[in-house]
């Protein structure tokens, strides 16, 4: 089959296009909103399928900087798909693991009070559809959030509570002024502390740590990095998305990634767009938090998801 290449430039039109197969043109579209700036990603599209999911007129590949290329199915999982709003109700949170269940997002990400029912949902998913319970996304627990400013015994408490009720990873937002005022064996201790915690319940919980990097100098990032690090947790993690300094940066990111040693990097907070998602894992980014995740990847051309 041809494949056809569609450059989104910044006037909002498709510049290269190819013929389809039988020679007839293909003809440009309308762009998806937010997909405008300059230098914007490389969308490469097929007729067919890919995968089990529907790609006519869908992209098959995402190209960007020095991403390599990536077909939809694999942005999605790299997103832990995240609905963190106070007036989250039961609805919504069976929602967000049904369309993660279908979109096969890394993860959802849920305050505490909502594990059990994002975990529940998502095992029943899995039984109705016959799908091995290793290829449901992962459920993650925020514990300190959004502030960060619980008592560490809190965070720790919390942490197994949300192990318990059936997260497999936990998003934990570290006390600020530690990093804030230079006290890192204090910051290294709490991150230990939940660490800890979370896995006297089960020995394989992914930790997240979050800095609020929009706050932070690039000495005070290094160090939250350090923290996280000699503290056992598996990521680092820009940003709560709550705090009024603002969410991920593509040079948060980069920072991250220079500091983080054998850590993975979460980008999260104001990533809306296909175009935002890809500039932060062009940054360096292995995770990003998304709140937007479907309309991300149907702008990336994934028009039906996987069943």
């Known amino acids: 089959m041809v494949s056809c290449i569609w450059n989104l430039n910044k006037f909002c039109q498709f510049k290269n296009y190819l013929p389809q197969a039988g020679g007839q043109s293909m003809q440009p579209r309308k762009l998806s909103a937010g997909l405008t700036q300059e230098n914007p990603p ?129 998003d934990m937002v570290i006390f ?44 005070q990032i290094a160090m939250g990095c350090e923290a996280a690090i000699s503290g056992g947790a598996d990521f680092v993690k820009t940003s709560t998305g709550f705090h009024p300094a603002g969410g991920a940066t593509v040079e948060a990111v980069r920072l991250l990634k220079k500091h983080a040693g054998p850590l993975k990097v979460k980008a999260s907070g104001s990533i809306r767009t296909v175009a935002d998602a890809v500039k932060m894992l062009d940054a360096g980014a292995d995770r990003l938090g998304c709140s937007a995740s479907v309309d991300i990847l149907r702008q990336a051309g994934m028009v039906k998801p996987h069943e």
């Open 42 to 170: 490389l969308i490469v599209y097929n007729h067919g399928t890919l995968e089990g999911c529907e790609t006519q007129g869908g992209a098959i590949s995402i190209q960007y900087g020095n991403l390599s290329p990536l077909a939809p199915i694999e942005l999605a999982g790299r997103i832990d798909h995240t609905l963190l709003k106070a007036e989250a109700r039961a609805e919504d949170i069976r929602q967000l693991a049904v369309q993660a269940f279908e979109y096969r997002f890394a993860a959802v990400c849920v305050n505490p009070r909502w594990v059990r029912l994002a975990s529940d949902t998502l095992a029943e998913l899995a039984a109705q559809h016959h799908r091995p319970v290793e290829e449901l996304p992962n459920v993650a627990g925020c514990v300190g959030f959004p502030l960060g400013a619980n008592r560490t015994t809190v965070k720790a408490v919390e942490a197994s509570s949300c192990v318990k009720d059936g997260c497999n990873e936990i």
């Open 176 to 219: 600020l002024p530690l990093l804030l005022d230079g006290h890192i064996a204090d910051a290294r201790e709490e991150v230990m502390e939940v660490v800890r915690s979370a896995r006297s319940v089960w020995s394989q919980t992914v930790v997240k740590v979050i800095l609020e990097t929009a706050l932070l100098s690039e000495q």
